[in-house]
């Protein structure tokens, strides 16, 4: 991968995360980053962010599962479920 490009996918990286303003904890949604890493469904993408779940030692600290509203069109907006993997990495203590 060229410089360019990787400065590119890091930049679009550091624009989605989301910052807890109480905790200071980064983390993103699944459904933001599927996209920007070249999946366009997430029954595809969802399949990866499984496996990177089982691969974790501590899943709990840095896979959450959460709920957020999309637009449907027309106004219309549904609740769906996605996941946000942490982007914090926790201490030696286990603390993030």
């Not at 999946?39 to 496996?51: H, L």
């Amino acid at each position: 991968m060229d410089k360019k490009t990787f400065l590119q996918l890091h930049s679009s990286f550091e624009a989605m995360v989301l910052k807890d303003v109480e905790t200071g904890v980064g983390c993103w949604y699944a459904r933001d980053l599927l996209l920007l890493l070249g999946y366009t469904q997430w029954r595809s993408f969802e399949g990866v962010i499984q496996k990177a779940i089982s691969a974790c030692q501590d899943p709990a600290n840095h896979f959450a599962r959460a709920r957020k509203i999309v637009d449907l069109g027309s106004a219309a907006q549904r609740e769906i479920e996605d996941i946000a993997p942490s982007r914090e990495l926790p201490d030696s203590d286990g603390q993030v």
